[in-house]
């Protein structure tokens, strides 16, 4: 049988001879049919291609194939209760820090503070712990789409990052309503996850084989994750192209999306990243765009403003933003309770600003999953390009809905600029339908879609 993760293939490639001049432009002509790559090639990229000719092919596959949109979301902290000694976490188990879990109330009055912000899009976040159980997990979901704001505002889609588990609590998340169910391998390196975990999830198989018992369970989309620097930065790209690929060959499509985290200081955390400059962290995101394609690559407040907005040309599709990182954290003062230190600390507002005047568009969008375009029909409509045409007229509805209902004055004047120009360009019978909806959406109706 195939294995998920071949360490021997990986260090193979990694090994081989720097490719030619001629080889590299083979590969990134190759790359430019949005086709993805192999492990070879995807090496050769890594280590052959100068920053320019990489970085402009990664940035006109993510504009082809995702437009200007770019989506939004924020997490949210349900508790940081947990059984795990993962040696890079804030929530590990020997960290004397008090901990915090969301009540009922609690979570209420969370979710009106990120309504309040414009947040659409949820990434619920717990540690592994009996009290949080499955049942915690489904009933806040139950809690975070039935709370509305004064004027109708609610969360559209729930993704989550909760501890590997089984086919059955799986599918308590699907009867949920779960968005993506996302999960990092955090390191692919089988020895140096053996050093860093204790506790259940210190069991490499479980955290391997969880997104294939997600599947099994009726999750059709699913997100993968490297934590990058816990160990080699270009093993664990081509790792998880070979998770992907091997998600691809047994379920029939492969992940919804790729987080990209890299290691923040934490709280009782003493362990040292290892070394991963901001050049290379976007030379491995604009590899991952070229080898995946069709992939949503996600990017979060772990890195800095400026170092993002790169990030956005290059392949990245969604990002958090105005993210806090402990349970009740929202509308609050920062403390020292939090999972990680996170480095842009933009509100939403200025987030989005950032976004229009670099020409890109914010989307808060949760179309697909509510129409249920969602694992092999929404990568059939990814390649046929259809989600683009779907993509922007989403977006630009999602985001008038914020201008009207969220922005500053400064961020409604360029933003309403941005989405002229954007509506310009969508053509024919849906360009029409888009401007109808448009005018609905300033005369008070809310939530429409295509
Ligand atoms: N507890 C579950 C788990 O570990 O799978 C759920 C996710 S945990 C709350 C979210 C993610 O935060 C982890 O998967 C890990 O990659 C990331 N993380 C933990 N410590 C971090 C740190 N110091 N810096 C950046 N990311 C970190
Ligand atoms: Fe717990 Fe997840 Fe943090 Fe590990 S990464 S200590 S499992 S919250």
């Given at each position: 049988m195939k294995l998920i993760i071949d360490e021997k293939q990986i260090e193979s490639v990694l090994s081989e001879a720097a490719p030619s001049t001629a080889e590299v432009s083979a590969i990134i002509s190759k790359a430019r049919e949005k086709k993805g790559l192999e492990l070879d090639e995807a090496v050769a990229l890594l280590d052959g291609a100068d920053d320019s000719t990489l970085f402009s092919a990664a940035a006109a596959v993510k504009k082809e194939i995702y437009g200007k949109r770019l989506v939004l979301f924020a997490p949210l902290y349900l508790s940081s209760y947990c059984v795990n000694d993962?040696?890079?976490?804030?929530?590990?188990?020997?960290?004397?820090?008090?901990?915090?879990?969301?009540?009922?109330?609690?979570?209420?009055?969370?979710?009106?503070?990120?309504?309040?912000?414009?947040?659409?899009?949820?990434?619920?976040?717990?540690?592994?712990?009996?009290?949080?159980?499955?049942?915690?997990?489904?009933?806040?979901?139950?809690?975070?789409?039935?709370?509305?704001?004064?004027?109708?505002?609610?969360?559209?889609?729930?993704?989550?990052?909760?501890?590997?588990?089984?086919?059955?609590?799986?599918?308590?998340?699907?009867?949920?309503?779960?968005?993506?169910?996302?999960?990092?391998?955090?390191?692919?390196?089988?020895?140096?996850?053996?050093?860093?975990?204790?506790?259940?999830?210190?069991?490499?198989?479980?955290?391997?084989?969880?997104?294939?018992?997600?599947?099994?369970?009726?999750?059709?989309?699913?997100?993968?994750?490297?934590?990058?620097?816990?160990?080699?930065?270009?093993?664990?790209?081509?790792?998880?192209?070979?998770?992907?690929?091997?998600?691809?060959?047994?379920?029939?499509?492969?992940?919804?999306?790729?987080?990209?985290?890299?290691?923040?200081?934490?709280?009782?955390?003493?362990?040292?990243?290892?070394?991963?400059?901001?050049?290379?962290?976007?030379?491995?995101?604009?590899?991952?765009?070229?080898?995946?394609?069709?992939?949503?690559?996600?990017?979060?407040?772990?890195?800095?403003?400026?170092?993002?907005?790169?990030?956005?040309?290059?392949?990245?599709?969604?990002?958090?933003?105005?993210?806090?990182?402990?349970?009740?954290?929202?509308?609050?003062?920062?403390?020292?309770?939090a999972q990680f230190e996170t480095a842009d600390h933009r509100s939403l507002d200025e987030v989005v600003l950032a976004l229009c005047s670099r020409g890109l568009l914010p989307s808060f969008c949760t179309a697909c999953y509510r129409s249920n375009r969602t694992g092999c029909d929404f990568m059939e409509l990814a390649k046929k390009g259809a989600i683009q045409d779907l993509c922007t007229p989403n977006a630009a509805l999602t985001f008038k809905e914020y201008l009207l209902d969220h922005a500053s004055i400064e961020t409604r004047t360029q933003g309403e600029a941005l989405l002229e120009k954007a509506v310009r360009k969508v053509q024919g019978k849906t360009g029409e339908e888009l401007c109808r909806r448009l005018k609905r959406l300033e005369e008070g109706e809310r939530d429409l879609f295509f």
């Open positions: 993962c040696a890079y976490c804030g929530f590990h188990a020997s960290n004397p820090s008090p901990r915090k879990k969301l009540s009922h109330d609690e979570i209420v009055a969370q979710v009106r503070v990120l309504e309040s912000m414009g947040h659409k899009r949820l990434l619920l976040e717990a540690g592994e712990h009996p009290d949080n159980s499955i049942d915690y997990v489904t009933e806040a979901m139950k809690t975070i789409y039935s709370t509305k704001g004064p004027k109708g505002q609610s969360i559209r889609r729930l993704n989550v990052n909760i501890a590997a588990t089984t086919k059955e609590n799986y599918a308590r998340l699907k009867e949920a309503g779960i968005g993506t169910y996302q999960l990092f391998q955090e390191t692919y390196h089988r020895a140096t996850y053996g050093k860093l975990h204790c506790g259940p999830k210190a069991d490499y198989e479980r955290q391997l084989t969880a997104l294939d018992r997600a599947f099994e369970a009726g999750i059709e989309d699913v997100g993968i994750g490297a934590l990058f620097g816990l160990y080699d930065w270009r093993f664990e790209v081509l790792a998880l192209i070979q998770h992907a690929q091997y998600l691809e060959q047994k379920h029939g499509v492969g992940p919804h999306t790729i987080s990209v985290p890299r290691f923040r200081p934490a709280p009782s955390v003493g362990l040292q990243p290892t070394a991963f400059s901001d050049s290379d962290f976007l030379r491995a995101i604009a590899v991952l765009r070229l080898s995946v394609p069709y992939t949503g690559m996600i990017l979060s407040t772990r890195e800095s403003p400026s170092l993002r907005s790169k990030a956005f040309e290059l392949g990245i599709s969604q990002a958090s933003a105005a993210s806090v990182t402990e349970p009740g954290g929202y509308g609050k003062a920062a403390t020292s309770t």
